[in-house]
C-alpha cells in the first residue's frame, strides 16, 4: 500500500526555519518523482517544489526559490523540504504527493498524496 506521511510542520516566526519530511512507503522514492505542494486558506494549491525520481531535476516555484530547497535520503526512503527565511505568506498546510513520470522530470500528475503538514509563520 502507498503511503506519504508528513511532519515536520508547526509555528515558526518570521525569518525563521522549519524542514519538512515526506516519508515514503510502499514504494521507493527512488522510483517516483515527488513534489511539495501547499494551500492556504481560501487559496489554490500550488505546487511549491518537486524532485525526479533520478534526484537530478529538481523544480521551485518563483516566491520560494532561493529560500526553499528540496532533497532525498534514499536510505531512509525520504523527501525534505528546508525552508528558510520563512515570511507570513508562506503560512499553509503543506502536502507531499507521488506521481508517474520518466525518471529526468518531475510527476506530471499526482496521484497519491500524504494527509498535510501545517505551517504557521508569525510573530
Known amino acids: 500500500q502507498l503511503q506519504l506521511v508528513e511532519s515536520g510542520g508547526g509555528l515558526v516566526q518570521p525569518g525563521g526555519s522549519l524542514r519538512l519530511s515526506c516519508a515514503a512507503s510502499?514504494?521507493?522514492?527512488?522510483?517516483?518523482?515527488i513534489g511539495w505542494f501547499r494551500q492556504a486558506p481560501g487559496k489554490e494549491r500550488e505546487r511549491v517544489s518537486c524532485?525526479?525520481?533520478?534526484?537530478?531535476?529538481?523544480n521551485y516555484a518563483g516566491s520560494v526559490k532561493g529560500r526553499f530547497t528540496i532533497s532525498r535520503d534514499s536510505a531512509r526512503n525520504t523527501v525534505y523540504l528546508q525552508m528558510n527565511s520563512l515570511k507570513p505568506e508562506d503560512t499553509a498546510v503543506y502536502y507531499c504527493?507521488?506521481?508517474?513520470?520518466?525518471?529526468?522530470?518531475?510527476?506530471?500528475?499526482?496521484?497519491?498524496w500524504g494527509q498535510g503538514t501545517q505551517v504557521t509563520v508569525s510573530s
Open positions: 504527493a507521488t506521481g508517474p513520470g520518466s525518471a529526468s522530470v518531475c510527476p506530471g500528475t499526482y496521484n497519491y
Open positions: 510502499g514504494f521507493r522514492v527512488d522510483f517516483y518523482g
Open positions: 524532485i525526479s525520481s533520478s534526484g537530478g531535476s529538481t
